[in-house]
């Protein structure tokens, strides 16, 4: 049972700038009516430029979270871009190793990064939802597939399976305190959809954000993110991925077809498509290169015997389910469920 939860702004900062205190207020809100006491780790609520110029106190809420003998949950405000700054502070002398306790860390997007960091150091997360992004949702509630899965993770501090969500949303497209109360269209879903190899397969299941992957290996956004990469030994190595399941999930940036190959053929170069039981991708946001994604996970993988399951609702398409990290997970596509070890 979740009972204190701390909010850690690990990447934007967005959420101590005042123009959207008012999302920020439903937040707290909804996780207090759940009887969850709410701590901002002191540098959460600086705002975007504090926050962007000290990655050094964002790795400090991290550790000073994890030492924390009293939160039980640690919540990531919400993605952003450059959370990869963070690894010196955090490894240069073992400080993310000897700070971690056992707390549930949630958080998606470029959090694939810390969860990354986490998995380094043997810490088991959970992947696919945020404060800003589901906690401070503008409609009347939660979006009810969301809120199941954070209301399970909450009560019981795990997640036993996963199904589909019965509908899709668009993307919201405006926030203002006007859209208070509002929903955005809503499109029936199509399931877990199986684009090759045994529809029931297992491991552990590690991964992420494609967009943020693909940052690991291009630098094309911050040149120093590849080579900090490389020297901290970042992503896992094709021995640490044999046997588990790989997730990818793509951005609000909606990657054309061409980077999305680009990320793939990097993931590629690593031998994890050769090491993995199974891929998992995610429902792209809107629905945009749906198609196009599919071709490339086959083709690229080029794999016909590797498991491949499109069309989750994890990560940055809503609603959005929580995925347990370094869980044994048992995937049955034709029965449309993924369960977990206890």
Same mark, same amino acid.
């Given at each position: 049972?979740?009972?204190?939860?701390?909010?850690?702004?690990?990447?934007?900062?967005?959420?101590?700038?005042?123009?959207?205190?008012?999302?920020?207020?439903?937040?707290?809100?909804?996780? !207090?009516?759940?009887?969850?006491?709410?701590?901002?780790?002191?540098? $959460?609520? !600086?705002?975007?430029?504090?926050?962007?110029?000290? =990655?050094?106190?964002?790795?400090?809420?991290?550790?000073? +979270?994890?030492?924390?003998?009293?939160?039980?949950?640690?919540?990531? $405000?919400?993605?952003?871009?450059?959370?990869?700054?963070?690894? &010196?502070?955090?490894?240069?002398?073992?400080?993310?190793?000897?700070?971690?306790?056992?707390?549930?860390?949630?958080?998606?997007?470029?959090?694939?990064?810390?969860?990354?960091?986490?998995?380094?150091?043997?810490?088991?997360?959970?992947? #696919?939802? +945020?404060?800003?992004?589901?906690?401070?949702?503008?409609?009347?509630?939660?979006?009810?597939?969301?809120?199941?899965?954070?209301?399970?993770?909450?009560?019981?501090?795990?997640?036993?399976?996963?199904?589909?969500?019965?509908?899709?949303?668009?993307?919201?497209?405006?926030?203002? &305190?006007?859209?208070?109360?509002?929903?955005? &269209?809503?499109?029936?879903?199509?399931?877990?959809?199986?684009?090759?190899?045994?529809?029931?397969?297992?491991?552990?299941?590690? #991964?992420?954000?494609?967009?943020?992957?693909?940052?690991?290996?291009?630098?094309?956004?911050? $040149?120093?993110?590849?080579?900090?990469?490389?020297?901290?030994?970042?992503?896992?190595?094709?021995?640490?991925?044999? #046997?588990?399941?790989?997730?990818?999930?793509?951005?609000?940036?909606? =990657?054309? =077809?061409?980077?999305?190959?680009?990320?793939?053929?990097?993931? !590629?170069?690593? #031998?994890?498509?050769?090491?993995?039981?199974?891929?998992? +991708?995610? !429902?792209?946001?809107?629905?945009?290169?749906?198609?196009?994604?599919?071709?490339?996970?086959?083709?690229?993988?080029?794999?016909?015997?590797?498991?491949?399951?499109?069309?989750?609702?994890?990560?940055?398409?809503? &609603?959005?389910?929580?995925?347990?990290?370094?869980?044994?997970?048992?995937?049955?596509?034709?029965?449309?469920?993924?369960?977990?070890?206890?």
């Amino acid at each position: 049972m979740i009972r204190n939860v701390a909010i850690v702004s690990l990447s934007s900062g967005i959420i101590g700038e005042e123009r959207i205190r008012y999302e920020v207020e439903i937040g707290i809100r909804r996780l !207090k009516e759940y009887g969850l006491n709410v701590k901002f780790m002191p540098h $959460a609520l !600086k705002g975007l430029d504090y926050v962007r110029d000290h =990655p050094e106190k964002r790795a400090e809420d991290l550790l000073e +979270a994890f030492r924390d003998p009293e939160t039980d949950m640690i919540l990531c $405000a919400i993605g952003g871009d450059d959370t990869y700054r963070l690894l &010196p502070y955090l490894f240069d002398h073992n400080e993310l190793a000897e700070a971690v306790t056992n707390k549930v860390f949630l958080g998606f997007s470029d959090t694939t990064v810390n969860h990354l960091m986490l998995h380094k150091v043997g810490v088991n997360t959970f992947y #696919g939802q +945020a404060f800003l992004c589901d906690l401070c949702e503008l409609g009347p509630e939660m979006r009810p597939y969301t809120r199941k899965y954070f209301e399970e993770l909450i009560t019981t501090g795990t997640i036993r399976e996963i199904t589909p969500s019965d509908v899709w949303y668009e993307e919201r497209k405006q926030f203002s &305190p006007d859209q208070i109360g509002t929903t955005t &269209p809503a499109h029936p879903n199509q399931g877990f959809e199986l684009l090759q190899g045994s529809p029931v397969f297992s491991g552990k299941i590690l #991964g992420g954000c494609i967009d943020s992957l693909y940052d690991f290996f291009n630098g094309d956004r911050y $040149a120093d993110m590849p080579v900090l990469c490389r020297k901290y030994h970042l992503f896992p190595d094709a021995e640490d991925w044999k #046997g588990r399941i790989l997730l990818l999930e793509s951005s609000e940036e909606k =990657p054309t =077809p061409a980077l999305y190959r680009q990320a793939l053929e990097y993931l !590629k170069g690593t #031998g994890v498509f050769n090491a993995v039981s199974g891929i998992l +991708a995610g !429902k792209p946001m809107d629905e945009t290169y749906a198609e196009e994604y599919k071709r490339l996970l086959v083709e690229v993988t080029d794999r016909p015997e590797l498991p491949i399951v499109f069309n989750l609702n994890i990560g940055h398409a809503m &609603p959005r389910c929580i995925m347990p990290f370094g869980v044994e997970a048992t995937v049955d596509a034709e029965k449309q469920v993924i369960r977990f070890a206890e």
